[in-house]
């Protein structure tokens, strides 16, 4: 009997996968269901012997995903050769079957411990749940928005400084404009002081000119040989001519202070305006959600019961293929619900090709991705692909109307896909040496980074390929770190699947409707087909099914599996699933 596979393994047990075996004695069968009386997982065959068996046709057998968990094993401190396996009501304390013939137990009633058990562990898990789905999601959605705010803060700060010395910038250039018009004025008023001085001085001039000639007159006049002059003309002598002195100009300094000067370039102040609180969604919200969400979970469950034979073949059936005109190589292959296929190639001209059921082309469109997932179909039947060059995401309508979609800043697209759950779009990014997955509603805004585990360490290298599975765990294929690397809805690491041996390089991955994850090994030119937990059910396709180098697959609504391969155009199609 093989050992239950946990659900979320350590390193060292993501390194160890193992199959999940059948616990009947000496069966090596897969082990799909499970006995919630024998807690045992069993394969099909034993499952149905199980119900045949009189001892054991009326235990209740589920999916093992849906098994009750085991009661851990206690012995009765009274009884050590007997388990504690009853509650008494009464006393409310556990105890073993032989306690309750005792005296002190008398007339008390009694409940199956495993029952109470069983109710305990889905309560915890219900609020375990509420961590996952509304606790954590809205504290690390008020980080972000902290995280905003802070960013929103700086550049605003940034913005009002560069404001600041612009304005300062523009005062300063005023105040060497008025100063060097107010020393340009000092010139101009130096220069007509100094022109009507030198006016003023012209005068004296001509005045001394005056008094030389006015002495030659009176020594002419004096003179004894000349005087009959003195008797015919009185010389006068013309007043000293009037002139005024300039007025000293006077220079009236400035009166401002470092006040006036902070009025001038203004202030920064923080607004009286009242603090709004962060907005936390309410859990009502989330628990209607949830409810909505266990009521879809349980109406698959219901369709999963009524469909009791929807379980893995005991073969793999080829049941057709298609040739794709345009590729050379089927890298990456997706699924429309009409069961038209988009191919994408990596060829120098890296072609994405649609065909219809019959192989025919229909569209071919010239793209930069390469041998990732880069393309994915909405349920609205829309194309999502990412262009590596441009760094964004473009959808194509079944129309054929290319429009932009998302862009990605600095980080380039490798891998997408569209949810089946609610429609968001999943992104496996690269930049430098970093790697992350982005989540986006429908409408393109960015709601969820997924990039580090809990120690702060990197989770991805290259998110090549991208798919997402019923429980909403968000599965990768990092073909240089040789890992499919696996979280939960909320970004916490689940687990990492390695392989089965040395050599693991993990290509293209999808899952199905019964939470199986289906990816591709390249180095071993083999398709592994895992559960919901990361336990290897079985190696489904491999060499001697014909199959070399797969690198897309895909699951349509039908259960069929898509494989597209390196080297050859044709993508073939399989039943494993019956």
Same mark, same amino acid.
């Given at each position: 009997?093989?050992?239950?596979?946990?659900?979320?393994?350590?390193?060292?047990?993501?390194?160890?996968?193992?199959?999940?075996?059948?616990? %009947? $004695?000496?069966?090596?069968?897969?082990?799909?269901?499970?006995?919630?009386?024998?807690? &045992?997982?069993?394969?099909?065959?034993?499952?149905?012997?199980?119900?045949?068996?009189?001892?054991?046709?009326?235990?209740?057998?589920?999916?093992?995903?849906?098994?009750?968990?085991?009661?851990?094993? *206690?012995? +009765?401190?009274?009884?050590?050769?007997?388990?504690?396996?009853?509650? +008494?009501?009464?006393?409310?304390?556990?105890?073993?079957?032989?306690?309750?013939?005792?005296?002190?137990?008398?007339?008390?009633?009694?409940?199956?411990?495993?029952? =109470?058990?069983?109710?305990?562990?889905?309560?915890?898990?219900? $609020?375990?749940?509420?961590?996952?789905?509304?606790?954590?999601?809205?504290?690390?959605?008020?980080?972000?928005?902290?995280?905003?705010?802070?960013?929103? =803060?700086?550049?605003?700060?940034?913005?009002? &400084?560069?404001?600041?010395?612009?304005?300062?910038?523009?005062?300063?250039?005023?105040?060497? *404009?008025?100063?060097?018009?107010?020393?340009?004025?000092?010139?101009?008023?130096?220069?007509?002081?100094?022109?009507?001085? /030198?006016?003023?001085?012209?005068?004296?001039?001509?005045? =001394?000119?005056?008094?030389?000639?006015?002495?030659?007159?009176?020594?002419?006049?004096?003179?004894?040989?000349?005087?009959?002059?003195?008797?015919?003309?009185?010389?006068?002598?013309?007043?000293?001519?009037?002139?005024?002195?300039?007025?000293?100009?006077?220079?009236?300094?400035?009166?401002? !202070?470092?006040?006036?000067?902070?009025?001038?370039?203004?202030?920064?102040?923080?607004?009286?305006?009242?603090?709004?609180?962060?907005?936390?969604?309410?859990? *009502?919200?989330?628990?209607?959600?949830?409810?909505?969400?266990?009521?879809?979970?349980?109406?698959?469950?219901?369709?999963?019961?009524?469909?009791?034979?929807?379980?893995?073949?005991? !073969?793999?059936?080829?049941?057709?293929?298609? !040739?794709?005109?345009?590729?050379?190589?089927?890298?990456?292959?997706?699924? $429309?619900?009409?069961?038209?296929?988009?191919?994408?190639?990596? #060829?120098?001209?890296?072609?994405?090709?649609? %065909?219809?059921?019959?192989?025919?082309?229909?569209?071919?469109?010239?793209?930069?991705?390469?041998?990732?997932?880069?393309?994915?179909?909405?349920?609205?039947?829309?194309?999502?692909?990412?262009?590596?060059?441009?760094?964004?995401?473009?959808?194509?309508?079944?129309?054929?109307?290319?429009?932009?979609?998302?862009?990605?800043?600095?980080?380039?697209?490798?891998?997408?896909?569209?949810?089946?759950?609610?429609?968001?779009?999943?992104?496996?990014? =690269?930049?430098?040496?970093?790697?992350?997955?982005?989540?986006?509603?429908?409408?393109?805004?960015?709601?969820?980074?997924?990039?580090?585990?809990?120690?702060?360490?990197?989770?991805?290298?290259?998110?090549?390929?991208?798919?997402?599975?019923?429980?909403?765990?968000?599965?990768?294929?990092?073909?240089? /770190?040789?890992?499919?690397?696996?979280?939960?809805?909320?970004?916490?690491?689940?687990?990492?699947?390695?392989?089965?041996? #040395?050599?693991?390089?993990? +290509?293209?991955? +999808?899952?199905?409707?019964?939470?199986?994850?289906?990816?591709?090994?390249?180095?071993?030119?083999?398709?592994?087909?895992?559960?919901?937990?990361?336990?290897?059910?079985?190696?489904?396709?491999?060499?001697?099914?014909?199959?070399?180098?797969?690198?897309?697959?895909?699951?349509?609504?039908?259960?069929?599996?898509?494989?597209?391969?390196?080297?050859?155009?044709?993508?073939?199609?399989?039943?494993?699933?019956?």
């Amino acid at each position: 009997m093989s050992t239950a596979i946990m659900s979320e393994p350590s390193d060292e047990q993501a390194a160890m996968q193992h199959y999940l075996l059948c616990g %009947t $004695e000496d069966c090596q069968e897969n082990g799909q269901f499970y006995c919630n009386d024998c807690h &045992r997982p069993l394969c099909e065959q034993c499952r149905d012997e199980h119900g045949k068996n009189q001892n054991t046709k009326f235990h209740e057998i589920v999916l093992y995903r849906h098994r009750k968990h085991q009661l851990p094993v *206690e012995k +009765c401190k009274l009884h050590p050769t007997r388990n504690v396996d009853i509650f +008494c009501k009464e006393c409310k304390i556990p105890i073993c079957s032989k306690c309750s013939t005792m005296k002190e137990h008398h007339r008390h009633e009694f409940d199956d411990l495993e029952e =109470i058990y069983t109710e305990k562990y889905a309560l915890q898990q219900g $609020e375990f749940s509420k961590i996952q789905k509304y606790f954590l999601p809205n504290t690390k959605s008020l980080k972000s928005d902290i995280e905003a705010d802070a960013t929103k =803060i700086q550049k605003l700060m940034e913005s009002i &400084r560069a404001s600041m010395k612009a304005e300062a910038e523009s005062l300063k250039n005023l105040v060497d *404009e008025v100063s060097s018009e107010n020393i340009d004025h000092t010139h101009t008023m130096e220069k007509s002081l100094l022109e009507m001085l /030198k006016s003023q001085e012209t005068i004296y001039d001509d005045y =001394i000119a005056y008094l030389g000639k006015m002495s030659d007159d009176f020594e002419q006049h004096l003179s004894l040989t000349n005087h009959k002059l003195l008797f015919s003309e009185t010389l006068k002598i013309k007043t000293i001519p009037e002139t005024t002195k300039p007025v000293d100009p006077v220079f009236t300094a400035g009166r401002f !202070s470092k006040d006036d000067v902070a009025k001038l370039l203004g202030r920064v102040n923080i607004s009286n305006a009242e603090p709004k609180k962060r907005k936390i969604q309410p859990m *009502e919200a989330v628990t209607t959600h949830m409810k909505s969400t266990e009521k879809q979970l349980e109406q698959s469950k219901e369709k999963s019961d009524m469909k009791q034979t929807l379980c893995l073949s005991s !073969s793999v059936t080829k049941v057709r293929e298609y !040739s794709v005109p345009g590729v050379d190589n089927a890298y990456h292959v997706s699924v $429309e619900k009409s069961g038209r296929l988009w191919v994408s190639d990596w #060829s120098g001209t890296c072609n994405l090709v649609q %065909t219809d059921l019959q192989g025919n082309q229909l569209q071919k469109i010239q793209t930069s991705g390469e041998g990732e997932g880069y393309h994915t179909t909405t349920q609205d039947g829309d194309l999502i692909y990412t262009d590596k060059d441009k760094k964004k995401i473009y959808r194509i309508t079944p129309d054929r109307r290319i429009t932009e979609f998302i862009k990605t800043g600095e980080w380039t697209p490798l891998s997408v896909h569209s949810s089946r759950i609610n429609g968001d779009i999943l992104v496996g990014m =690269i930049k430098d040496k970093e790697a992350k997955v982005t989540r986006y509603n429908k409408a393109g805004n960015e709601i969820q980074n997924i990039q580090s585990d809990n120690q702060g360490q990197g989770l991805y290298s290259d998110p090549d390929y991208i798919t997402e599975n019923i429980n909403g765990d968000i599965c990768t294929a990092n073909y240089n /770190k040789k890992a499919v690397v696996v979280v939960n809805k909320s970004g916490q690491h689940r687990f990492s699947y390695t392989g089965r041996g #040395s050599g693991f390089y993990p +290509c293209g991955i +999808c899952t199905d409707v019964l939470g199986h994850i289906l990816v591709c090994d390249n180095y071993s030119d083999t398709v592994h087909l895992l559960d919901q937990d990361g336990g290897l059910l079985s190696v489904i396709l491999s060499p001697q099914q014909g199959i070399k180098y797969p690198c897309g697959v895909c699951v349509d609504d039908e259960n069929n599996l898509y494989v597209g391969q390196y080297l050859t155009n044709t993508v073939t199609v399989y039943k494993y699933l019956q």
